[in-house]
């Protein structure tokens, strides 16, 4: 790993698509994602305990064996075992070994010592008596057996060995494994730098969201969404406000953006339209891919390269833009960040509803689960319902066959909270 390098720009035809059928099944579109994007952020250096969320730029290695020593599990007393069957006394080595604070002496044959959670266990003894399990007089224990040798302790190592690889590259940090990490004595670690992504709504009929509109304006609903989504998925985000649909204006919107950002996700204009200036600006750089994808909700994605910064038009309906960016722009922006390749996990839930589709294309449905378990769906396909995907806890995901569900048939699930939102 090369620090602080910046890897080199994505290649001008990384989104170009082999011309074939006219619409692209969505597993071919995510494959092409996935066999073409790479790593476009540099490395530095991240404390573990700031690191939740970020991706390691490298593996991470246990520079200490976890438990590092021996110690007990409880508190009590620590003596050789196995014990046999039947009643024992057995007189107390003065001392005791504590957390931090382990017994310096060794510990004869016969004896034994009282010992706290956490504390090495001395040398001479293997196991551990619960406190509970025994009666003293502060001189001598007396109890019952039997006991295995080994209870009630934890072995050198038995969690984690030092020099063990813990996670691979890619992999991003969660407070577990800030805890994990932690244990094995890593503070700092080589981390991605933040994908910086830059988000641009295009349309004249746009006004941001707290103003006064003007007949005709509709509030500028994509930006605050998806800037929001970018930031629970841990990146940077400039907001590049609202460009009308005008190619100057959204030209210098643009340049702005592949200044500060390392990704733009841009919506509205993304079509072939005359309005749709998105699609044409990028066509002039000579990297447009116009992404016609066989799903629904969807309309055309515009994928290219400004200043060399990959670009993402999503699809200016607010159901459709954030359909898109959860299925299309996710992973690839996670590659873009340094990161692994995401499939989201789903479940199979019996539907709640009924439905027939057509063949060829996949559909995506606003979704939530009942008490029941069962998944319905939202009352209105329109795409244009954006309330329904406050409605929505999830995706319901019908595949690109044709399909007739019945109430009970299993249907694929994809909760929000598994995309990261
Ligand atoms: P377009 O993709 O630009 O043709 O837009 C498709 C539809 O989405 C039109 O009805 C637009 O008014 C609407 N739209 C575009 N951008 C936004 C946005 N940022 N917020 C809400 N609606 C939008
Ligand atoms: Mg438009």
């Not at 930031?231 to 590049?240: E, Q």
């Not at 459709?320 to 922006?333: D, G, H, N, R, V």
């Amino acid at each position: 790993m090369t620090m602080g390098l910046i890897p080199p720009p994505l290649r001008n035809d990384c989104f170009a698509m082999p011309q074939g059928a006219h619409w692209t099944p969505v597993d071919t579109a995510l494959a092409h994602l996935r066999a073409n994007l790479q790593p476009v952020t540099g490395v530095e250096c991240v404390s573990v305990a700031e690191g939740k969320g970020r991706i390691l730029a490298g593996p991470a290695i246990a520079l200490r064996a976890h438990p590092p020593e021996p110690n007990s599990a409880v508190d009590g007393y620590a003596l050789k075992g196995p014990i046999s069957d039947g009643a024992h006394e057995m007189p107390l080595v003065a001392g005791r070994s504590a957390a931090g604070v382990p017994f310096a002496g060794s510990v004869p044959a016969g004896q034994a010592i009282r010992i706290l959670t956490g504390a090495v266990i001395p040398r001479g003894t293997d196991t551990v008596i619960l406190q509970e399990d025994v009666t003293t007089n502060g001189d001598a224990i007396a109890f019952h057996g039997p006991l295995k040798a080994g209870a009630n302790m934890r072995k050198a190592g038995e969690d984690l060995h030092k020099g063990q690889q813990i996670f691979a590259a890619r992999h991003q940090l969660t407070i577990g494994d800030i805890a994990t990490l932690s244990s094995v004595g890593v503070g700092m670690m080589n981390i991605r730098k933040r994908l910086r992504v830059g988000v641009l709504s295009t349309g004249d009929e746009l006004v941001n969201p707290g103003n006064i509109a003007r007949p005709g304006q509709i509030y500028d609903a994509n930006r605050p969404m998806l800037c929001a989504a970018l930031r629970s998925w841990g990146y940077a985000v400039t907001d590049l406000g609202i460009a009308p649909d005008n190619r100057e204006a959204i030209k210098r919107k643009l340049d702005a953006g592949a200044q500060d950002c390392d990704v733009i996700l841009t919506s509205g204009g993304a079509s072939a339209g005359e309005e749709d200036h998105m699609s044409a600006l990028l066509e002039n750089t000579g990297s447009l891919a116009l992404w016609r994808i066989a799903m629904k909700p969807g309309r055309p994605l515009a994928l290219g390269l400004w200043n060399t910064k990959p670009v993402f038009g999503l699809p200016g309906n607010p159901v459709a833009a954030c359909i898109c960016a959860l299925i299309f722009a996710k992973p690839a922006l996670s590659l873009m960040a340094g990161g692994a390749w995401q499939d989201p996990v789903s479940y199979q839930l019996p539907a709640g509803f009924t439905k027939s589709k057509k063949d060829g294309r996949r559909e995506y449905l606003r979704a939530r689960v009942t008490e029941d378990g069962t998944v319905e769906t939202f009352a209105s396909e329109g795409s244009g319902r954006v309330s329904g995907l406050s409605w929505a806890t999830g995706l319901v995901e019908l595949p690109d066959a044709a399909v007739t569900v019945a109430k009970g048939d299993l249907v694929r699930y994809l909760p929000f909270s598994n995309l990261g939102l």
